[in-house]
């Protein structure tokens, strides 16, 4: 029982050791991971923003054809 906490200790402390040895490695092997991730959340959002304005020329041009159908 105590060579199991003893066990967890040991991990953890080295853990704790090298934690500031890893965490440059870890920031640079997810920093082009991170840009993917903006560029693929840009897109989407442009994507998104076109498929509004289309869905909103739509209806604007129903709405006019309607009106001019109207007229005498």
Known sequence: MI??????????????????AILPIAKQVCQPIRQRGTYAWIRMKEEMED???EAQFERMKKRLDRE?????
């Not at 060579?3 to 500031?20: E, F, H, N, Q, R």
């Not at 001019?68 to 005498?72: G, N, S, T, W, Y």
């Open 68 to 72: 001019l159908d109207m007229l005498p």
């Open 51 to 53: 498929f509004i304005a």
């Open 3 to 20: 060579w199991k906490s003893m066990d967890k200790w040991i991990v953890g402390t080295a853990l704790i050791l090298a934690v500031p």
